[in-house]
């Protein structure tokens, strides 16, 4: 009897120890076939069919974990089109073990993949601001990835970054064209602590804490810098002068309508053909729109940008009614059906030309007086700067003054190409 018992249990537990084999084996055939998949679909990441790629970074987003570790991998590929659709996945999946290996491809040598880490840092947030900080705080660092930091770190707009930027403006001269920039993306928390820098005793950074005031726009900064327009350094007075204009157009409603069906994209190969498609609508779009040109009519500027749509500045002042707007409009629209593009969203803004004829030397000879910031020869450019540049603008006559004097304003401020 006891040689039966021990027979079943034998027999009993040689079945528990093949259905565990079962099992395991179903489940390291699924982890290859899982591993092949992802495999598959980063092999994906170039297709020739930009929905192709869409699909296989939504796909990856979904699968969430165990993509992260191949994902890492793919960053080395020796295809900037792999490289930078891996990037922005590892951003929308949001894990922070990608942090430093995005940090590293902030200095890539092909721009769209450095943009694509820059904005998947950013989706990544809080985890990524205290390596970027490190790296900002290091003075043996290379100046040009500091610049980078410097972009991100405004980007997810974290308090923490503030002072850290603050005291990098203090002591690296090299930095201080991108953080007067980026200092005036950081909003509302960044408003105090450079008011007090208007004290300081470097005119460099009493000019670059004026002109990320004049940024950020806050009531708060009016008063200090009504005083620094009797500053004893004349750029900070023109900077100040700027931050107060600034800040009064800012609370001004310069928004005229809006028009069309703006687009969404998931990746930047998307956006990219979509502003190829704007770009070819304004082009077809110029001479229709000479009658409303500036100054036979209202426009004083249009063009594509990275808002996905196409902007319409009208003079401030002009006296327009919905039967103008609808007319312009009528003609982006017409150009968008003639390649197949309906609904095209179009913005109509009021604008001014921002600079007095007379400060327009005197910007240009301060530009020129000003040392290039550190890393400026490098070509690579973020995607915004790229898109800022290729933007046209179709305005004769004074319209190039407009175009002229922002770009004099802003030309220390986005890294001077």
């Not at 570790?69 to 490289?83: A, F, M, V, Y």
């Amino acid at each position: 009897m006891g040689t039966e018992k021990l027979k079943i249990h034998l027999i009993f537990f040689a079945l528990v120890i093949l259905q565990l084999s079962m099992f395991s084996g179903v489940s390291v055939a699924s982890a290859a076939s899982d591993e092949q998949d992802i495999e598959g679909l980063i092999e994906n990441f170039n297709a020739q069919d930009v929905d192709v790629k869409a699909d296989s970074v939504k796909t990856l987003v979904e699968a969430g974990e165990p993509a992260v570790g191949p994902l890492i991998q793919t960053l080395d590929s020796k295809d900037p089109e792999i490289r930078e659709n891996a990037a922005i996945t590892l951003g929308k999946i949001k894990d922070e073990r990608a942090v430093d290996p995005l940090i590293k491809l902030l200095t890539d040598e092909e721009w769209e993949v450095e943009s694509a880490a820059n904005n998947a840092l950013v989706e990544i947030g809080k985890p990524a601001v205290e390596p970027l900080i490190k790296i900002l705080q290091d003075k043996n660092e290379d100046v040009f990835l500091q610049m980078k930091v410097i972009a991100v770190l405004a980007g997810i707009k974290d308090e923490r970054a503030i002072q850290p930027m603050i005291q990098a403006l203090k002591e690296e001269p090299e930095l201080d064209a991108d953080l007067g920039y980026n200092l005036g993306l950081m909003g509302e928390p960044a408003v105090e602590p450079l008011i007090q820098v208007l004290d300081d005793e470097d005119p460099r950074v009493r000019v670059r804490a004026a002109e990320a005031l004049g940024r950020i726009g806050d009531e708060r900064a009016i008063d200090p810098l009504t005083d620094a327009l009797n500053d004893k350094d004349e750029t900070v007075r023109t900077f100040a002068k700027m931050g107060l204009e600034s800040i009064e157009t800012q609370k001004k409603n310069t928004l005229i309508a809006t028009y069309g069906k703006e687009r969404e994209f998931y990746i930047e190969d998307q956006r990219r053909e979509w502003f190829d498609q704007l770009n070819k609508i304004c082009d077809l779009a110029r001479d229709p729109l000479e009658p409303y040109t500036y100054p036979q009519g209202p426009v004083i500027s249009h063009g594509w940008g990275i808002e996905n749509r196409i902007g319409v500045g009208i003079l401030e002042g002009s006296e327009v009614n919905n039967s103008t707007l609808d007319n312009i409009y009528n003609i982006f629209d017409q150009a968008g059906k003639e390649i197949g593009v309906a609904d095209v969203p179009v913005i109509f803004s009021y604008a001014e030309f921002p600079v007095d004829a007379e400060l327009l030397p005197k910007l240009a000879e301060d530009i020129e007086k000003t040392e290039e910031p550190a890393g400026a020869e490098d070509t690579n450019e973020t995607e915004e700067s790229a898109e800022d540049l290729q933007s046209p603008v179709s305005t004769p006559g004074l319209g190039a003054m407009f175009v002229l004097s922002e770009l004099l304003i802003s030309a220390l401020i986005v890294n001077r190409r």
